[in-house]
């Protein structure tokens, strides 16, 4: 069973950035699309972002399409979400997500394993 581990998260000025960092243990982290969602206090979980196996193809909400960037890096097991332009309306939980299943489009949006989330708050 695969686990994941974000970090980086913090407190930010409105207009700041964030870097965001996830890690998946085990070896089977490169064929999977993997995604970032959030939850803010009161609300549902919202999709953030994702990307492929092979970091080909992204999909972003539109929400933050232009100021976020999800990557990742297949040989670190680590997926990443650069955070640019924050407002306080990004504050939340942030969590990332491995998909269901090898080699899918990740525009799918079906995720199984989820991390434990990491706190970003942004201040006006």
């Known amino acids: 069973q695969v686990q994941l581990v974000e970090s980086g998260g913090g407190l930010v000025q409105a207009g700041g950035s964030l870097r965001l960092s996830c890690v998946a243990s085990?070896?089977?982290?490169?064929?999977?699309?993997m995604g970032w969602f959030r939850q803010a206090p009161g609300k549902e979980r919202e999709f953030v972002a994702a990307?492929?196996?092979?970091?080909?193809?992204?999909d972003y909400a539109d929400s933050v399409k232009g100021r976020f960037t999800i990557s990742r890096d297949n040989a670190k097991n680590t997926v990443y979400l650069q955070m640019n332009s924050l407002i306080p309306e990004d504050t939340a939980v942030y969590y990332c997500?491995?998909?269901?299943?090898?080699?899918?489009?990740?525009?799918?949006?079906?995720?199984?394993?989820w991390g434990q989330g990491t706190q970003v708050t942004v201040s006006s």
């Open positions: 085990g070896r089977t982290f490169s064929l999977y699309a």
């Open positions: 990307i492929s196996w092979n970091g080909g193809v992204t």
């Open positions: 997500a491995r998909d269901r299943s090898a080699f899918r489009d990740p525009r799918i949006r079906d995720f199984d394993f």
